[in-house]
């Protein structure tokens, strides 16, 4: 038996590993919990987490630990890397300028570069701030001057003067606004133009429009010690890994934070709870992209549609973690599931929000 194997079995003999859930917790049903359970006792997740709001209220299943090197169970105050869910702020964040006046979809990104630093254009067209949050920029996936000198912790040693460095030399090789490419670039780019233009930092600028009007205490894109003290550590192939740093692309994916912060999230975006930042939220759902182009994108924000219903939603990984947020649009339900490995749990999301779609096997 792999040590892995030998940690897991140990750990359900009793040493630690738990089954958490509310009292009103039928909503998540026996299906759900089965699949999370196989999961984690099969070693491909070591935790994970599932938070539900609707309007009954919300409700949690936790199975798993932190880490296969305690005996801490994860629940939903447990702090997780959420990934590329991050952009689901960024979209936030600028729709929050565009309402207040301060900057419009429709300008240029060139508008908010340093003197000297210029963004490519393409048949006369212009990057505008649309672009960047709905992936059709034409700016790559990742820059070429991205060569992280730690595998495990790629994104640490990511400069501002890289960021700028790349823009200033693309070459773009899409016309601006057709296609949709998935950027982390863009976006990480978008998020530390939106921060720079209110004299601040992503983390500062997520905080005083986002995290505190919504109470998300423990959401955060550097650890607070408390967050720390509950952090489940990130695992990949059954052994557990760095967490990933980005302080320069933070818009892209740097963002920590738990199923409880999540849920009070997905409560303001459902309307579930009234906040001053729904109307700027409601514009991060809307599709952004030309009508009939596929995906729906909205500022950040992804649409799955069925025929019965159209989901709102974004999934996040890193090196050990994997996350998915999601919502019914236009309905009261969310759903947001967080664990500590590097195996999708994106299925469980959807079968929750959409529940003739299948749960993987």
Not at 299 to 323: C, K, P, Q, S
């Amino acid at each position: 038996m792999s040590p892995f194997k030998t940690i897991l079995t140990l750990a359900f003999l009793g040493l630690g590993l738990c089954s958490c859930a509310q009292e009103d917790s039928a909503v998540i049903s026996e299906k759900v919990k089965k699949s999370i359970r196989k999961r984690v006792e099969s070693g491909t997740n070591p935790g994970i987490v599932l938070g539900v709001i609707d309007e009954q209220g919300v409700r949690y299943f936790s199975y798993g630990l932190k880490s296969l090197n305690t005996r801490d169970s994860v629940n939903e105050q447990s702090v997780f890397e959420i990934g590329s869910i991050s952009k689901t702020f960024t979209g936030i964040l600028l729709a929050d300028l565009v309402l207040k006046g301060e900057l419009s979809l429709n300008d240029p990104v060139q508008n908010l570069l340093p003197d000297g630093i210029n963004a490519p254009t393409r048949n006369g067209e212009f990057i505008q701030l649309v672009h960047m949050s709905n992936h059709t920029s034409g700016l790559p996936r990742m820059p070429d001057n991205f060569r992280p000198s730690n595998p495990g912790n790629p994104y640490i040693d990511y400069t501002e003067k890289q960021l700028y460095d790349f823009i200033n030399g693309h070459e773009l090789r899409r016309d601006i606004g057709a296609t949709y490419e998935y950027s982390n670039y863009a976006q990480g780019l978008l998020g530390h133009l939106l921060a720079k233009k209110q004299n601040s930092n992503y983390e500062t600028l997520m905080q005083q429009i986002i995290t505190k009007l919504l109470e998300m205490n423990q959401t955060a894109v550097i650890l607070t010690p408390q967050m720390q003290k509950e952090l489940a550590y990130g695992h990949s192939r059954g052994r557990q890994v760095e967490n990933w740093d980005i302080p320069t692309l933070a818009g892209a994916g740097a963002i920590r934070s738990t199923a409880a912060d999540m849920l009070k999230y997905l409560e303001a975006n459902t309307g579930l709870k009234e906040s001053s930042l729904y109307p700027a939220m409601q514009l991060s759902h809307k599709n952004s992209r030309v009508e009939g182009s596929t995906p729906i994108v909205g500022l950040g924000w992804h649409t799955m549609v069925f025929d019965d219903a159209e989901i709102v939603w974004h999934n996040g990984g890193t090196g050990g973690y994997r996350a998915f947020a999601g919502f019914i649009k236009g309905g009261k339900k969310g759903v947001v599931v967080l664990t500590n490995s590097d195996v999708s749990v994106d299925d469980i999301g959807i079968h929750l929000l959409h529940p003739s779609s299948r749960l993987r096997d």
